[in-house]
């Protein structure tokens, strides 16, 4: 994938000296989790703050990687997996699946070794399902009815487009309130390093579902009979509903 810098992110970059690959390499910040080593290369994830004249101050997270290689259709000797979630990140958008955004990607090879940066907007206001469901009884069954829509109405997005995310852990799902959203918010999906078109429709879709529901227990039989009504757009007590109740594994059912 080609160098890219947004012109939403160019003045904040802009304004701090930051435009090219080096300037942003070489930034002393400390990751906000512990580095990512698999693949025996070295990933990491830092937030920082930027300012520019007349903007207000933007958060931004800046994930850098060494030799953490993937291998894809178009790249099948590997590339930096950054590589595949920024192609991804831009695919999302043109599919009109909504997920986080891309401000900054590049990567090069120095001295036999991969590396590669990309930066994404902080989701302002968003806050992950799980974060969510840790108070999850607390909160107003309208409220809780409209969370189960919004996520329904994401997942069922992303299989109507015939991809699937691959790593769909709830911390993986932000949701925001929203006056213009039908259901009351509006929700974005992040870490898109796995995600691709769809092979096997029904068993990748199953698997989304299933993993997307590992960290989510307060959810019951009803709240799933809703969630896959939506997601299916058919009645909660149609056949079809019933069909994959029974096929998926969901905690507490």
Wanted: aromatic letters at 10%; charged letters at 30%.
């Amino acid at each position: 994938m080609k160098r890219f810098l947004s012109a939403d992110a160019r003045p904040y970059f802009a304004a701090n000296e930051l435009t090219d690959f080096d300037a942003l390499w070489s930034l002393s910040l400390t990751p906000v989790d512990a580095p990512n080593l698999e693949r025996g290369g070295h990933s990491e994830v830092c937030r920082m703050t930027l300012e520019a004249p007349g903007l207000p101050p933007r958060d931004f997270f800046l994930k850098r990687q060494t030799n953490h290689l993937g291998r894809s259709l178009s790249r099948p000797w590997g590339e930096p997996t950054f590589a595949r979630e920024a192609r991804n990140i831009a695919a999302f958008h043109r599919l009109g699946i909504p997920a986080l955004e891309s401000a900054y990607f590049e990567e090069r090879r120095r001295d036999g070794r991969w590396q590669a940066i990309l930066v994404t907007p902080a989701l302002s206001g968003y806050t992950d399902m799980i974060a969510h469901h840790a108070h999850w009884e607390t909160l107003e069954p309208a409220t809780r009815d409209a969370i189960v829509d919004t996520c329904a109405d994401l997942l069922g997005t992303l299989h109507r487009r015939r991809w699937r995310h691959g790593s769909l852990y709830a911390k993986h799902v932000f949701l925001r309130p929203s006056a213009e959203a039908a259901s009351g918010f509006e929700a974005r999906f992040i870490d898109l390093e796995k995600s691709r078109p769809l092979l096997n429709a029904r068993r990748e879709k199953r698997r989304d579902l299933e993993v997307f529901a590992r960290r989510l227990p307060q959810w019951r039989s009803a709240t799933w009979r809703r969630f896959l009504g939506r997601y299916l757009a058919r009645p909660a007590d149609s056949a079809e509903v019933e069909r994959w109740l029974g096929a998926l594994t969901l905690p507490n059912r």
